[in-house]
């Protein structure tokens, strides 16, 4: 093994487990990591930023315009509200809402899909009382699943397609990856809407400090005179209370001690963690109190939860800093946060995607701080824009999709969309561009180089050579069983564009060693790529979907694994009969 080759291996690998530690930002890693190629020979100095004009980059820049015209649209409110009021069972809910994001993600980018469709399923369950958590995982999974369909459907679905171009001279058409994608697709959505209700079953109606799965929420409250919290030790809060005390401040300082020394005065302040269940009961009978609206309510005030998004101004800012917010008098009252590591008070907590922000303040300010800031609220706060009018973008859109399936570029071809959506006035150009996920798009550009570098040093070729000597690589279904079970092992730790990058080489070498086409081995990339179920940071919509539903680390495992199984099963059928 040359030097090149070995330190690309290592560079690879170290950036994977940055991206798996999610300690440092995604985009610097891979700008990082791209600088580094270069210094180590990897790649010439014109090749570094080629990955910018990549038209797959560009590709998912305009899908990602579009999508911000879509999630305005509401298209979809005057359906929920008339299947409510037809009150259909919780596994036709289920599988419906989950249906919807599988359908959109056909023709979008999975977090669109998934924040379309969320606001939708969460008005459903509130009518028709199906908890959070048997919809939000489903729809989550059913977005991964309905990206396998298309072309478009994933950025790792555009990224083999071009690695197949350049190889051959022909990428895969819009649907080619429906023969497998749609069956995965349609088996997964409706198993898992059947196994959903066994695995997060309804709560009991017992006191909310014994339900399993309600939400953990941070606050800070003020203990008022007469509160049955006087008197208390802090050891004694979780079992008579129902909450976990992290911090009591005494007029300005903290008060420290022990847990079972430290006793609970009148006008104390707690910081606390506990089921937001419990904390509605708590502030219900006085014994804590908030002092966020010390002028009184405003007369069209509102409470509001609402979750950051990958591409939110707010990741990594604290409470205190929320200007955005603050300004506008709103109030962030509670915080449910993925993060376990709570030290110093409430405005001093750091926020991460997949967090969840109550707000409290006026209706319309709190309408404009969430558009500045890129959340997603969990219930709209806004009206609906007539319904005239939502099915527009979905026209052009639609109209966009179809000329890429019958062979335009889909850079091109999606290009015209927004052209004509700004054209329209659905879309403000310079808003949309300051508003995208660049995180994302920065480290999918850079990424690129990496992965070209991947086949020209020949790390491919000597990856394959290794990996020939476990299994029989030169009988194809042998091959393609063992790309897709090392891109179904990679993206549960890194995002699937990643996986697409480092592997489609690599399958290229396989197809080589072995003589046969190379569509198989690059569709079973794809495939593995986007069955992604085990973890809730392996892609962004899971990382929603844990804070929203208020999920585990083990239930994604306990959830995901029949469904990763099956999938990777019924995958490699599939491309054995329709691929080889």
């Not at 052009?396 to 335009?408: D, E, I, K, Q």
């Not at 940071?537 to 083990?554: D, K, P, Q, V, W």
Request: glycine share 8%; hydrophobic share 55%.
């Amino acid at each position: 093994m040359s030097f090149e080759q070995a330190s690309l291996l290592i560079l690879l690998l170290a950036m994977l487990v940055l991206f798996s530690l999610e300690r440092i930002r995604i985009e610097v890693i891979a700008i990082a990591g791209l600088l580094a190629g270069y210094a180590l020979g990897l790649y010439p100095a014109d090749q570094i930023f080629a990955g910018f004009a990549s038209p797959v980059v560009i590709t998912v820049i305009e899908i990602l315009l579009i999508v911000q015209v879509l999630a305005r649209a509401k298209l979809f409110d005057n359906l929920a509200a008339r299947i409510a009021s037809a009150r259909p069972s919780n596994f036709k809910v289920i599988s419906g809402a989950s249906s919807l994001a599988g359908i959109l993600s056909i023709f979008m980018n999975n977090i669109g899909a998934f924040a379309i469709t969320l606001p939708v399923a969460l008005r459903l369950g509130v009518a028709l009382s199906i908890p959070r958590r048997q919809l939000v995982m489903p729809i989550s999974f059913a977005a991964l699943l309905g990206g396998l369909v298309s072309l478009i459907g994933t950025p790792a679905n555009l990224l083999v397609s071009d690695a197949l171009a350049k190889a051959s001279g022909a990428g895969f058409r819009f649907f080619d990856f429906s023969y497998v994608g749609l069956p995965v697709a349609i088996a997964g959505i409706l198993l898992f809407a059947i196994r959903v209700r066994q695995l997060f079953p309804e709560p009991d109606p017992v006191p909310a400090t014994l339900v399993q799965g309600t939400r953990r929420i941070v606050v800070e409250r003020r203990v008022p005179d007469a509160s049955p919290l006087i008197g208390v030790r802090l050891s004694e809060c979780p079992t008579r209370f129902g909450i976990k005390p992290h911090a009591l401040i005494r007029g300005d300082n903290f008060v420290f001690g022990p847990l079972d020394q430290s006793v609970i005065n009148a006008g104390d302040v707690l910081l606390a963690e506990g089921a937001d269940s419990v904390f509605a009961g708590l502030a219900a009978t006085q014994a804590l109190v908030t002092d966020a609206h010390p002028d009184g309510l405003p007369p069209d005030f509102t409470r509001v939860e609402t979750v950051v998004m990958p591409e939110s101004t707010l990741v990594g800012s604290r409470v205190r800093s929320l200007e955005v917010f603050h300004h506008r008098g709103i109030a962030v009252t509670a915080l449910s946060m993925r993060s376990s590591r709570i030290e110093g008070r409430f405005l001093d907590l750091q926020l991460s995607i997949g967090d969840i922000l109550t707000l409290e303040g006026p209706h319309q300010a709190i309408a404009e701080a969430l558009e500045e800031s890129e959340c997603l609220p969990l219930a709209p706060t806004v009206p609906a824009e007539p319904a005239a009018l939502s099915w527009r973008p979905f026209a052009l859109f639609a109209c966009g999709v179809a000329a890429s399936a019958v062979g335009l570029r889909p850079d091109i071809a999606f290009a015209c969309v927004v052209l004509a959506l700004t054209l329209l006035n659905h879309l403000n150009i310079r808003q949309a561009m300051a508003d995208l996920n660049w995180p994302i798009i920065i480290m999918l550009a850079a990424m690129i180089p990496i992965g070209q570098a991947v086949a020209s040093t020949g790390a491919a070729e000597a990856i394959a050579a290794w990996l020939s000597l476990i299994l029989p690589v030169n009988h194809p279904l042998s091959g393609i069983a063992l790309i897709l079970f090392l891109a179904m092992v990679l993206t549960p730790f890194v995002n699937n564009a990643t996986v697409a990058i480092v592997l489609a080489p690599i399958a290229l070498e396989f197809a080589r060693l072995g003589r046969h086409a190379p569509d198989a081995y690059l569709i079973a990339v794809a495939v593995g790529a986007s069955l992604d179920f085990l973890t809730p940071f392996g892609h962004h919509n899971n990382t929603l979907a844990m804070g929203i539903g208020g999920y585990r680390f083990s239930d994604f495992l306990r959830a995901g694994w029949p469904l990763a199984l099956g999938g990777y099963g019924l995958a490699l059928f599939l491309l054995a009969l329709f691929w080889l």
